[in-house]
C-alpha cells in the first residue's frame, strides 16, 4: 500500500511542478481509475501527505466525482515562524514536516535540516510522552528560529 501511495504522491507533486500556478485541480475518481485504487486510497494520499504543515492547501467539493484543488502554499521565514508561535507541542511527524518545508522553501540548507530532524528525533528524546513531545516544542522551536535567523542560504 505504501508503494501506490508513494506513486500517486509523486504523480500530484509532478503535476504541481508543471503548474504555472503551483495548483492543480483534479477528480478523485479519475485517479482512482488512473491508478486503480478506490477514491478513498486518493483521499488518503491528499490528507497525509500534503498538510499545511508540508505547505499545501487542499480543497474539496462533495459530488461531481469529487473535484479536489490542490495548491504549493508559498512560504517565508514569517510563515515558519508564526506556524512555530503556538507550538505547545508537537510529534516527530509533524515537526519533521515543518523542517521539510521550510528546506523545499530554500530558508535551511540540507545539512541544517537534517541536524534538526535527527535531534528531534523520538530515539534522541528519551523521555515519556507528553513531556516528549512539549520537549521537541522548545527544541524545534529554538533550532528553526536560530537557522533562520542566520544569513541567507
Known amino acids: 500500500m505504501a508503494r501506490l501511495s508513494d506513486e500517486i504522491e509523486a504523480y500530484l507533486l509532478q503535476l504541481l511542478e508543471s503548474s504555472p500556478n503551483r495548483c492543480v485541480e483534479i477528480q478523485r475518481s479519475e485517479l482512482a481509475v488512473r491508478f486503480d ?3 478513498s486510497q486518493i483521499t488518503y494520499v491528499l490528507m497525509t501527505r500534503f498538510t499545511s504543515d508540508r505547505g499545501y492547501l487542499v480543497e474539496g467539493r462533495r459530488g461531481g466525482g469529487g473535484g479536489i484543488r490542490l495548491t504549493r502554499i508559498k512560504t517565508d521565514r514569517q ?4 506556524a512555530l508561535g503556538g507550538l505547545e507541542a508537537v510529534d ?3 515537526a ?3 523542517v521539510q ?3 523545499e522553501a530554500g530558508l535551511v540548507r540540507e545539512r541544517e535540516a537534517n541536524l534538526i530532524k535527527n535531534a528531534l528525533r523520538r530515539e534522541v528524546l528519551q523521555i515519556d ?3 516528549r513531545d512539549r520537549l ?3 527544541l ?3 533550532l528553526m528560529t536560530a537557522a533562520l535567523s542566520a544569513e541567507e542560504v
Not at 510563515?79 to 508564526?82: A, H, K, S, V
Open 37 to 39: 485504487c478506490v477514491p
Open 79 to 82: 510563515d515558519i515562524l508564526e
Open 92 to 94: 516527530q511527524a509533524r
Open 96 to 98: 519533521q514536516d515543518i
Open 101 to 103: 518545508r521550510a528546506q
Open 129 to 131: 510522552l507528553p513531556e
Open 136 to 138: 521537541r516544542a522548545r
Open 140 to 142: 524545534l522551536k529554538a
